[in-house]
T-cell receptor, first 114, second 116 residues
Framework: KQEVTQIPAALSVPEGENLVLNCSFTDSAIYNLQWFRQDPGKGLTSLLLIQSSQREQTSGRLNASLDKSSGRSTLYIAASQPGDSATYLC?????????????FGTGTLLAVQP | GAGVSQSPSNKVTEKGKDVELRCDPI?????LYWYRQRLGQGLEFLIYFQGNSAPDKSGLPSDRFSAERTGESVSTLTIQRTQQEDSAVYLC??????????????FGSGTRLTVV
C-alpha cells in the first residue's frame, strides 16, 4: 500500500531564507508526483508536476526534484516571502489500478515571518 | 471553463437533512475526483469518474453518500441524512487522461459543509 510522508510537519522561517520541504513515498511505481499549496480554508493550488521520467521541475522561485528509485521528492523555495505561508502537500499518482487516484502526504505547514 | 468550479462555496445544514454539492470540471477533462478534508486532517479520496466507465466508489464512507456524473460534464455529490461527522471541505478535481504522458490534477476551491 502506497504511503506518502512529509517532513517536517511544520516549519517557521524568517523572510528571505531558502528552504526545503521533503516528501517520501513507499512504492516507487508512480506515474507522477505533484506539489500543491493550500491556503487556510481554501482549495488546492497546483505548484509543480513531475513525471516519473523527470528529475526536476522549476517554476519561478520553486524547484521540485524527484528521485523515484529512492522514493523521495523535495520542494525548494528560494528567497521565501510571507506570501509563501501555507500548507504544502505532495501527492503521487500510482501506476496500475483502474483509478490512478492521488495519494496525498500529510502536509507541511509553512510560516514565513516578516 | 478556465478552472474547476464548485458550488456552493459554503453550506450550513441541519443534521438529518440532505445536501447536494456540485462540481463543474474543466472542459475536456475526462477524469473527475471527489475528496474530503476534515478539519486538521489530510485528504480522503471519495469517488472517481472516468468517461463512461463505471465509477470507482471505493472511498465513499457510507451508503448515505452518492455521486453522479453525466458523461464528461458536471458532477453532483449527494449526502443524505447528514451527520455532524460529515462536516468537512469537499474538494473536486479534474484531469486529462491519456497514455504515455500523464497529467496533473486541477482542484476547485471546495465546498465547506457544516452540519449543525
Amino acid at each position: 500500500k502506497q504511503e506518502v510522508t512529509q517532513i517536517p510537519a511544520a516549519l517557521s522561517v524568517p523572510e528571505g531564507e531558502n528552504l526545503v520541504l521533503n516528501c517520501s513515498f513507499t512504492d516507487s511505481a508512480i506515474y507522477n508526483l505533484q506539489w500543491f499549496r493550500q491556503d487556510p480554508g481554501k482549495g488546492l493550488t497546483s505548484l509543480l508536476l513531475i513525471q516519473s521520467s523527470q528529475r526536476e521541475q522549476t517554476s519561478g522561485r520553486l524547484n521540485a526534484s524527484l528521485d523515484k528509485s529512492s522514493g523521495r521528492s523535495t520542494l525548494y523555495i528560494a528567497a521565501s516571502q510571507p506570501g509563501d505561508s501555507a500548507t504544502y502537500l505532495c501527492a503521487v499518482r500510482p501506476e496500475g489500478g483502474a483509478t490512478n487516484k492521488l495519494i496525498f502526504g500529510t502536509g507541511t505547514l509553512l510560516a514565513v515571518q516578516p | 471553463g478556465a478552472g474547476v468550479s464548485q458550488s456552493p462555496s459554503n453550506k450550513v445544514t441541519e443534521k438529518g437533512k440532505d445536501v447536494e454539492l456540485r462540481c463543474d470540471p474543466i472542459s475536456g477533462h475526462t477524469a473527475l475526483y471527489w475528496y474530503r478534508q476534515r478539519l486538521g486532517q489530510g485528504l480522503e479520496f471519495l469517488i472517481y469518474f472516468q468517461g463512461n466507465s463505471a465509477p470507482d466508489k471505493s472511498g465513499l464512507p457510507s451508503d448515505r453518500f452518492s455521486a453522479e456524473r453525466t458523461g464528461e460534464s458536471v458532477s453532483t455529490l449527494t449526502i443524505q441524512r447528514t451527520q455532524q461527522e460529515d462536516s468537512a471541505v469537499y474538494l473536486c478535481a479534474s484531469s486529462l487522461v491519456g497514455t504515455g504522458y500523464t497529467y496533473g490534477y486541477t482542484f476547485g476551491s471546495g465546498t465547506r459543509l457544516t452540519v449543525v
